[in-house]
């Protein structure tokens, strides 16, 4: 038997500060999915200068719903930056099932395939979503490198602060699910 490995899925990936790389600088990382192959998340607090209202036209559809309309879209990463991913909440069981979707264990859903726009655009689909273009992706080994140079801390996520939680505010109510606070972090990393 190998180690065991590390699985940070359903998990938030927050950027320490004094992050060098300016795609994750100051981010809120969801994490879908991690394995010993690598792993896929979405930042959730970092949005673009577009719409959904003006994501679903591109994609000639036509979004009845004011109130989704009006909700930013995120970069979700520097990876595929051409495609959509939508985090959503999971669906009952008797829902109609979308195409490609990722099931998180424990926590949400995230699927790629047209089929879940076509749902909202005709009133039905999940409730509560964040549709990003891109994903952050690491490669096998390459996130538990950075958790090791203390990149990134990791704490269980919580829905309330993707859907709930003004964009502004995302990045600190992350931290604070840590029960400290964040004034209290250096950028310097320390050793004893």
Not at 176 to 187: V, Y
């Amino acid at each position: 038997m190998g180690a065991t490995t590390l699985n940070l899925a359903n998990q938030f990936l927050i950027a320490m500060p004094g992050m060098l790389d300016d795609n994750f600088a100051g981010s809120v990382v969801y994490l879908c999915e991690h394995s010993d192959k690598g792993a896929l998340g979405l930042v959730i607090n970092k949005p673009i200068d577009i719409d959904l209202k003006s994501l679903f036209d591109k994609v000639e559809l036509d979004l009845q719903r004011d109130e989704l309309g009006r909700q930013p879209v995120f970069f979700g990463g520097p990876v595929q930056t051409e495609r959509g991913f939508v985090l959503h909440e999971k669906l009952a069981d008797d829902a109609a099932r979308f195409n490609s979707t990722l099931s998180v264990p424990g926590g949400l859903e995230m699927t790629t395939s047209k089929d879940v726009l076509e749902a909202l655009a005709a009133g039905d689909g999940p409730k509560r979503i964040l549709i990003t273009l891109g994903y952050s992706g690491w490669s096998a080994g390459q996130l538990e490198d950075e958790l090791g140079r203390n990149g990134w801390l990791t704490v269980a996520a919580d829905p309330s602060v993707i859907f709930d939680t003004p964009v502004e505010q995302r990045y600190e109510r992350a931290l604070a699910l840590l029960g400290f606070d964040p004034r209290m972090l250096s950028q310097e990393a320390g050793h004893a």
